[in-house]
């Protein structure tokens, strides 16, 4: 069972990333999937989540509006398009199967500065 | 809001450690059910959930760890503090997810 993120990578205020989480070992459709984001030196702040049966999405305020949360079921991959982003977007980014809390990824690193 | 005390605590080896989250509001779910989870952060690694709804330990976490408390008041204890404890622990509600909402952190270090 594991998770292996990408897509992190420098953009300038703004800008657009998409980032990827697949999965081995266990199938998204009777899973929650969770974004979780840790900026440097700080704590962990919930970004979004996406329903394991109905893929209902779900997001933190600071983010509404400009992350889109998705998944491929075919690819057991999980994306997350990030749009407008802020330079207090600037974090790790994990991915995370919540319906127990575990496996995390290993994290991707998103920096947003100009 | 997740408040979690203290931020930091040095700890000798060998000694007790116990770390206190408080929510705002009370996190017994209609269900009967607590989501409050414990996470511990090793230095470089992903966080690692440890305990589950108050105080269920996750599958391979020492026995020195447990977790305890209601409603609005939580505490993760550490009988004996060893060496590869060193790192962040956070509590985590789920209860009045959405959102789901963390403490601050609390680093543990060896004094």
Known sequence: VQLVESGGGLVQPGGSLRLSCVASGFTFTNSAMTWVRQAPGQGLEWVSTISGGDAKTYYADSVKGRFTLSRDTSKNTLSLQMDSLRVEDTAVYYCVRSSNWDPWGQGTVVTVSS | ?111
Not at chain 2, 3 to 26: E, F, H, K, Y
Not at chain 2, 30 to 44: A, E, I
């Open chain 2, 1 to 111: 809001v997740m408040t979690q005390s203290p931020l930091s605590l040095p700890v000798t080896l060998g000694q007790p450690a116990s770390i206190s989250c408080r929510s705002s509001q009370s996190l017994l779910h209609s269900d009967g059910n607590t989501y409050l989870n414990w996470f511990q952060q090793r230095p470089g690694q992903s966080p690692r959930r440890l305990i589950y709804r108050v105080s269920n330990r996750d599958s391979g976490v020492p026995d020195r760890f447990s977790g305890s408390g209601s409603g609005t008041d939580f505490t993760l204890r550490i009988s004996r503090v060893e060496a590869e404890d060193v790192g962040v622990y956070f509590c985590m509600q789920g209860t009045l997810w959405p959102p789901i909402t963390f403490g601050q952190g609390t680093r543990l270090e060896i004094k």
